[in-house]
């Protein structure tokens, strides 16, 4: 069982960054893939960045890569998204999500996702 607290959300003008944190409790998180996905009203829950359990590998959405970094850092069991030059169709609720899987592994679809946060609300001001 993993409970997922995501953190770091608010309001930031078109062209800033900001950073998102997702802290997880329970046991194992270092066996936890993890991804970071975004809901906008009305819209589906979209992928934004996953990373394996061991951080080897990562992958991105493409409206979003070159403009942010999901890393984690096992030890504090911690998964983070920063995000840079930031849109006003960036705006959403962020969510974090843990699925537990061998190293290396991404997990891409939002629906092999086992655990979620309860999400962290991101505007974008233009």
């Known amino acids: 069982q993993v409970q997922l607290v995501e953190s770091g959300g608010g309001l930031v003008q078109a062209g800033g960054s900001l950073g998102l944190s997702c802290a997880a409790s329970?046991?194992?998180?270092?066996?936890?893939?993890m991804g970071w996905f975004r809901q906008a009203p009305g819209k589906e829950r979209d992928l934004v960045a996953v990373?394996?359990?061991?951080?080897?590998?990562?992958l991105y959405a493409d409206s979003v890569k070159g403009r942010s970094t999901i890393s984690r850092d096992n030890a504090k069991s911690t998964v983070y998204l920063q995000m840079n030059s930031l849109k006003p169709e960036d705006a959403a609720v962020y969510y974090c999500a843990a699925d537990r899987r061998l190293p290396n592994i991404l997990v891409i679809p939002a629906k092999e996702y086992e655990y979620w946060g309860q999400g962290t609300q991101v505007t974008v001001s233009s």
């Open positions: 329970g046991r194992a998180f270092s066996t936890y893939a």
């Open positions: 990373i394996s359990s061991d951080g080897g590998r990562t």
